[in-house]
Structure formats: C-alpha cells, structure tokens
C-alpha cells in the first residue's frame, strides 16, 4: 500500500533516519499506478525523497528528483524553488538564477508537504542574491538581500553577506555595521566576529578588533582567519611575543600557509 510507505517514511524521516525512509519513498514514486492516477501524492513524495537526499548530502540524486519534478510540473512553485535550491547548493548559480526567479513568479498550493511561507520567501530572495553576487552583479544582490530581511529569522544571514560585499569593496565601516546587525539578529557565528574583526582592524579600532576576533575563537578555538588576524594585530602594536603565539598556533593548523610562515620569519628577524 502506497500510504503506508508514505507514512512509514515520514515517520522515520521525523526522527532522522532518512536513509532508511528514502526506499519507503521510492516504493511510491516509482509505482506506475501513483504516477498516472495520484499525481499530487506523487508530487508530495517526490518532494521529500529529494529532501531527504540533500539532508543526507546526496545532491546528485537530489538533482536528479527535482528537475524531474520540474519537468512535470513546471508551474509548481515549489517543484521550481527546490530545483534552483539544489543547483545553488551544487554551485550552477546561473542556473539556480533562473530556476528561482520563476518561483517567485509561481504559487506555492497548500497541500500534505509542510511548507513555511515566511521561510521560503526568505530563501528565495537570499540564495538569489548569492546567485547576483557571484555574477559580479552586485547592486542586484544587495536588492535582493534588503528584499529578505524580516522574512525569516534566518535573516541575520543576508546581513552577513552584506557585509562581505561591503567589506570586498573595501567599505569598513558599511561592512562592521552590517556585522553588527547580523550578530544583533541571532547570528553569532565564528565568521561574523573574525569579519567584524577585520573591518574594525582596517578603520583602526584594533581594540574592538580584538574582542571580536576573540570572541570568534572563544566559538571555535581553531578558527584560523581569527588566529592570523590577531596575530597581525599583535604585530602592529608591536606585541611580538602575543604575535608570535597566534601565528604559531595558525601554523599547526595549516603548515602549508607560506603567509604564515613569512609573518612569523619577519617577527623572529
């Protein structure tokens, strides 16, 4: 019984077992009957199994569910948002342009797979802009980014890339500011605190720069942009010894740094 598999495969999938659920899924997308007769049950079915392969990393396969979905259902604006999500995720941005902007264009109907409105729209907007960036179109992307935030809670991730875009252009004080309102928003990521760090660092507030980069590695003490920055800082107030020990440290990490090891010849000379 098709159900049953549906349901046995929802089930497992709640409690994280997806790999066992996807041949349960497979047993309904793959029976002749569901596809010609039942083809929103099919449609629903398709649209975990694909989900549970991108959370289970298999993006080929995930690839391959999803621009079947798009084929034959091609005004579904879900089966449209999932195929431009995977060929974000496998980094085919012009393609994941294209198939994301004609979600935008297309309803999303209410049916048995649980969609978050609020979070869709999000993501369709912020993985655009991401696909506008790597175009080099960056005016795009920052309309795209502003068009997210508030969506979602999620949202602290464009001001993270706002930030990154500011902070490539050179623009330090945008960049710590937008730094500042993805951290404000819930995203107190490694990544935001050794930015901020470096935006701080370039504008001269080399104190704030090092609480930042700190707090960075009090997150992950491993993270190395925040090790190599600090040791820069220390380099610059003339703090060799607290250099050294960064840069040494980023060394264990990464023998292969030859800007490493160059930073540290020239604090032993």
């Known amino acids: ?81 999932c195929l431009g999500e995977i060929l974000f995720l496998r980094k085919e941005f012009g393609r994941a342009k294209e198939e994301l902007e004609k979600s935008l264009l297309l309803p999303v109907e209410v049916s048995l797979f649980p969609v978050n409105l609020g979070k869709l729209r999000y993501y369709q907007y912020y993985m655009l802009g991401q696909c506008h960036a790597e175009s080099g179109e960056i005016g795009t992307a920052r309309e795209m980014f502003q068009k997210s935030m508030n969506l979602h809670k999620d949202h602290y991730k464009s001001w993270e890339a706002l930030g990154l875009l500011a902070l490539r252009e050179g623009n330090f004080a945008e960049a710590a500011m937008n730094y500042e309102k993805a951290i404000q928003a819930g995203g107190r990521t490694g990544s935001s605190y050794a930015n901020l760090g470096l935006a701080y660092g370039k504008m001269g507030r080399f104190k704030d720069a090092e609480v930042a980069f700190l707090q960075a590695l009090e997150l992950n003490p491993r993270r190395l942009e925040a090790l190599v920055n600090l040791g820069h800082l220390h380099k610059k107030n003339m703090d060799f010894k607290k250099a050294i020990g960064y840069f040494q440290n980023a060394l264990e990490q990464a023998p292969h740094r030859f800007d490493i090891r160059l930073a540290l010849s020239n604090l032993y000379f």
């Open 1 to 81: 019984n098709p159900i049953l598999h549906y349901n046995a495969a929802r089930t497992l999938g709640g409690i994280q077992r997806q790999a066992e659920a996807i041949p349960h899924l497979k047993r309904v997308t793959d029976n002749p009957e569901v596809r010609a007769k039942e083809k929103q049950f099919f449609l629903e079915a398709a649209l975990f199994l694909g989900r549970y392969y991108i959370e289970l990393q298999d993006l080929d396969r995930a690839y391959g569910v999803f621009q079947e979905l798009a084929s034959d259902f091609p005004n579904h604006g879900l089966a449209r948002f």
